[in-house]
């Protein structure tokens, strides 16, 4: 039997599944990432610190954590589409409320805790776990892939047309189109409805709870959770701090976009490898691969000397391992346990993946602040790439074998 659902609508092909998929993320991983860029107008115009920012968008980056495993939980019960459509009126909020209020508050609550929500509403769990369900199993590490490519994509348009907005409107005009942006994931989510079990027949645990108490007692998802902590680590640090970062080394803020519009780039490149590579070799190797390729362009980055080509260099490398854990740390989780509660289990990873990113965004402004520096947290990172190799290696990553279940229940 087909894990595809042979009477879902005619429209609804896994090739629109996947542009929709793709469209979703680069609007919700896009516009978070340009955040960054609103530090130094906001710090000049309404005297936010460095530290109070970067707090914010640790906040938002641990809520998004919190909250995912809940919205994942209740996309498999009640369904994707309902999650993304409040996910992309909230986010259209959170940034109005940034930009109206116009202070320390309004960024905390706007930017931190309705953009943190909203953020976990549209992310990948819910995507992702939607297209598992809309896509055959021999295509599904590709389909992840292409899927996943999107979030990069938006990274890459996103942060110097950001850059631009600022320049002409102002960090408040800039706001307010990407709240307008934001909105545009509403009419998405049409073609990624469907909620757990409604879309393919693979034998599963007959409950939610009891999926998630099979995972918890699974080693190999242990560790899985434990590396993608590290994940978040980096991905928040460099997307929060590498355009102050570049600022201390006497670079352009331009520079700092494009640095990181260049990471998004060539991590579609990066996202499509590892969709393509997970099809063939082992999820969990390349993996142990990726973070090690991390830890070693972290380190050439900050040992050599910080011209323009330098860090295209570093973009063009560390874009290419970027977002390209996401489609393989979900398809060692689909591998395991299936696709049936991909969403909620794959979203208890990202709670792991979010308090990384929390630790990341928020010990970067703090080393800034205290010590003027942001290289020890450049080398906090390049330890935990180190760390995170490793523990993919002993990753049991074979598929659980389960007796046929009864009905869903939750």
Not at 141 to 147: D, V
């Amino acid at each position: 039997m087909s894990t595809v659902d042979s009477s879902k609508s005619s429209w609804r092909t896994p090739l629109v599944v996947i542009l929709c998929a793709g469209v979703v993320l680069s609007l919700n991983m896009g516009i978070r990432q340009t955040f960054g860029l609103f530090i130094a107008p906001m710090n000049e115009s309404i005297g936010i610190s460095v530290g109070s920012f970067s707090l914010a968008v640790a906040i938002q980056n641990l809520l998004w954590g919190l909250a995912t495993p809940v919205m994942a939980a209740m996309s498999d019960r009640f369904g994707t589409a309902r999650m993304l459509v409040g996910g992309g009126l909230l986010y259209a909020v959170g940034l109005a409320t940034m930009a109206f209020m116009g202070n320390e508050a309004g960024v905390h609550f706007g930017g931190g805790v309705l953009v943190g929500m909203a953020v976990a509403a549209c992310g990948f769990p819910m995507v992702l776990g939607a297209v598992a369900r809309l896509t055959p199993p021999e295509t599904r590490a590709r389909a992840l892939g292409f899927a996943s490519a999107g979030g990069s994509a938006g990274q890459f348009v996103l942060l110097p047309f950001t850059q631009q907005l600022i320049g002409s409107l102002e960090w408040f005009g800039a706001l307010l189109v990407l709240a307008a942006l934001a909105l545009l994931i509403v009419p998405m989510a049409a073609a990624l409805k469907g909620r757990a079990g409604s879309h393919q027949a693979e034998h599963g645990p007959s409950s939610l709870k009891a999926a998630i108490s099979e995972a918890g007692r699974h080693r190999g998802y242990q560790l899985l959770t434990i590396g993608f902590f590290v994940c978040g680590f980096h991905v928040a640090f460099v997307a929060t701090h590498l355009p102050g970062y570049l600022l201390t080394c006497n670079l352009t803020g331009m520079i700092g976009a494009t640095a990181l519009g260049l990471i998004g780039f060539f991590n579609i490149i990066g996202g499509l490898l590892a969709g393509v590579l997970g099809g063939k070799y082992r999820k969990k190797n390349l993996l142990s691969g990726i973070y090690l390729a991390r830890a070693v362009v972290i380190a050439l980055f900050i040992l050599g000397p910080k011209t323009e080509i330098a860090v295209w260099l570093f973009s063009a490398s560390f874009g290419l391992l970027w977002l390209s854990t996401v489609p393989l740390t979900g398809g060692v989780v689909s591998d395991i346990f299936g696709s049936r509660y991909m969403s909620t289990l794959f979203g208890l990873v990202m709670l792991s993946h979010q308090i990384g990113a929390f630790l990341g965004a928020w010990l970067g402004g703090i080393s800034f602040d205290f010590y003027g520096s942001y290289e020890p947290v450049w080398w906090i990172s390049v330890g935990l790439g180190v760390f995170a190799a490793l523990i993919h290696f002993p990753i049991s990553d074979k598929a659980l074998q389960r007796q046929p279940a009864p009905a869903i229940g939750i």
